[in-house]
């Protein structure tokens, strides 16, 4: 083995708290230093991910005790596809923000990449355990970098959203407390496997009180409605590199959270029933309300939400086609709404109020962030050929293979609605005379190269899908064995 | 008539919640497999720790108490950035009154017994109640006292950060040599000693003692940052 699970959360520490020393000497190196770490973190997750591909799930356990006496961390196909995803978004957000916040002050941008790199570890570990109260201390740790890089700009606006985020955050740790407390006093553990083996001794009342506490204090995090009211405002205030971190990572691990919980602990049929549903009606709301947002980044906000509302109607289906289609359409919302974020916050970049009408005539000012814009645009909305066409087809085949015809017919009918809000934008960027009054920004370099490299991931997956199915059927097989996922983590000795 | 649908949902949810936790036997011994006896077992055989919660919080659910001191760290981090701008120079504090002569000798005389009593709160951590997350906020509110009663006391942002990011990377250094000596992370890897001597229990003395330092560094800095911040 090359490495171990446990570096994933211990080396980023390492980093975060070296930072303020290694800053008073050499200023650089608080920018260097993130950077590195999450490059060393990327290699050594994808050499982990080959192994654990040819070699079944690695299961570290930490201090020593085993399971379920102790905490341990699982590194299998599904979470470790998952951990490789945030850290290469994770890689790209710090690659954009590695010039952006030149013109701010040292301390502040010190800050700035303490809080980014804990954020993308939160997520990280939120994926990585195998404890259900390790899990609550990540979300912890989100949480905090989430609401301090909300507020990063200090103004009026910013620092309500951040408010806001932070009285829904705070809310939902007492509600996932609530649903621990519930468990350890029926099960004495907190070990995820040791719960999955012994749910069916709890008592129906505390099973469902646990797992609606659960599903509400996780789906704040996940976007699912109607708790996500804080969603919009955080998007549209929090730096751009930001909110593609908190679209691309951060919701990530909330909808893997509320999964895990759904597939692996809990033996209620009804929560799969359940899951569509509320995707349905997160699908509904989110993709409506775009539809009449005036400013770009609360529309790419609720067109966010309203894909994540699709991931849980998938996970809903509850079969592994229905699973895989889930992963896929997370690996593509990842990688598209990461690059509209970047290149919808340059096309707006000088504008005052952010509204969608002033990236009219932007098309011969800036050709590279709108034709990147574009391919975003067509990919989300699942055009062949690109990377979205797939995710959304595989979906509506899982869904017509588990006899969802309904589901299908709504799915195509949102799918218009979304098609109308992206093609307004792309059809002001290109046909539209131009604003006077917005100057055109030229991305950095940094930048630039971050959108290209997403840019071309979506056109190569558009073409060669089979690059990333392989290892999507390996992770929903992983995610759908539950007898495996107990055994594994309870026979592990030290 | 929005609010008292709003109270009625409340005082649903409120009977709600107080049905479901009023059946619970909190405190009974009803676990049939649960992890209590063998913590129990554990902490004296295994650990020779005389503290069980020390023994819970440090080792059995350590990596839980670095999440928790990252958390704290992140909070004290986030603070400031935020209020970056809204800092004071040191000699700028305002102080609406004064405190008096009394209070300035009586806190010079407690502020040395106060820090003391922290440090030996977090050093006997694995002996008696207590132990780093206490130690610190003791040690942090004989600063706070310090501060309230001389308006001109300051405290080195640069002293309190060296501190504080010493007591973190030393935390996860033991974790890691525990993870080079014994195989994994946060693992004991120093004799354990006998119960109840002072150097007993292998690591985990060490560890809450680290996390006593940096608890107390960052409460210190967020009390300062606090009171440093500007009115507008």
Known sequence: MVGSPVLFIAIPLLAAFIIPLLGMIWKESVRILPGLVLVYLLTLSINLLGYVLDNGPIIEIIAGWTPPWGINLVFSAFSGFLVTLMLFLGLLVWIYSYRFKRNVDFEPAKKYFILLMMLITGSVGIVLTGDIFNQFVFIEIVGISAYALTAFYTGRDSAEASFKYLIMGSLSAGFLLLAIVILYSQLGTL??????????????????????????????EAEMFPLNGWAPDVYSQAPGPVGAAFAGIVVKS???????????????????DFLVIIGLITLLFAETAAIKQIRMKRMLAYSSIGQMGLVLVAFGIGTEAGVFAALFLMFNHAIIKSLLFYAGSYLVFNSKEKYI???????????????????????????????????????????????????????????IVEIVYYFRVVNKIYFSKKEAHVVPQRPTFNALFSMIVLGLIVIIIGFFPDLITGILHDASRDLMDKTDYINNVLSITH | ?????????????????????????????????????????????????????????????????????????????????????????????????????????????????????????????????????????????????????????????????????????LFVTFGLLGFIGGGTFLENFLPVGELGDLFSGGVVPIIYILVGFKVGAELTGVIYTVLNEKDI
């Open chain 1, 191 to 220: 070990n995820m496997a040791d719960i999955a083996r012994n749910i069916h001794t709890v008592k129906p009342v505390y099973k469902i009180t646990a797992l609606i506490f659960f599903i509400v204090g996780l789906g704040i």
């Open chain 1, 254 to 272: 909330g909808v893997y959270a509320i999964i895990r919980i759904v597939y692996t602990i809990f033996d209620i049929e009804g929560a799969f």
């Open chain 1, 357 to 415: 009408n002033d990236v009219s005539g932007l098309g011969k000012s800036m050709p590279i962030t709108s034709f990147l814009f574009a391919l975003g645009a067509f990919a989300i909305v699942g055009l062949p050929p690109f990377a979205g066409f797939w995710s959304k087809l595989y979906f509506l085949i899982a869904a017509a293979d588990s006899g969802m015809i309904m589901i299908i017919a709504l799915i195509l009918i949102v799918s």
């Open chain 2, 1 to 169: 008539m929005k609010k008292v649908i709003v109270l009625l949902l409340l005082a649903a949810f409120g009977y709600y919640l107080a049905a479901t936790f009023f059946y619970i036997d909190f405190g009974i011994s009803h676990f049939t497999n649960g992890v209590r006896d063998y913590y129990l077992a554990h902490t004296v055989n295994g650990l020779s720790v005389a503290n069980t919660v020390t023994s819970i919080v440090v080792s059995f659910r350590g990596f839980d108490t670095l999440g928790e001191v990252t958390v704290l760290f992140l909070a004290a981090s986030a603070l400031g950035s935020i209020l970056y701008k809204r800092r004071h120079k040191y000699e700028e504090r305002v102080v609406l009154f004064p405190s008096s002569r009394i209070v300035q000798a009586g806190s010079k005389l407690l502020f040395p017994a106060i820090i003391l009593l922290g440090v030996y709160v977090f050093i006997h951590g694995h002996l008696s109640p207590g132990g780093g997350f206490q130690g610190g906020t003791i040690i942090a509110t004989g600063f706070l006292l310090m501060l309230l009663a001389y308006q001109d006391y300051h405290v080195s942002h640069n002293i309190l950060s060296i501190v504080e990011s010493m007591a973190g990377i």
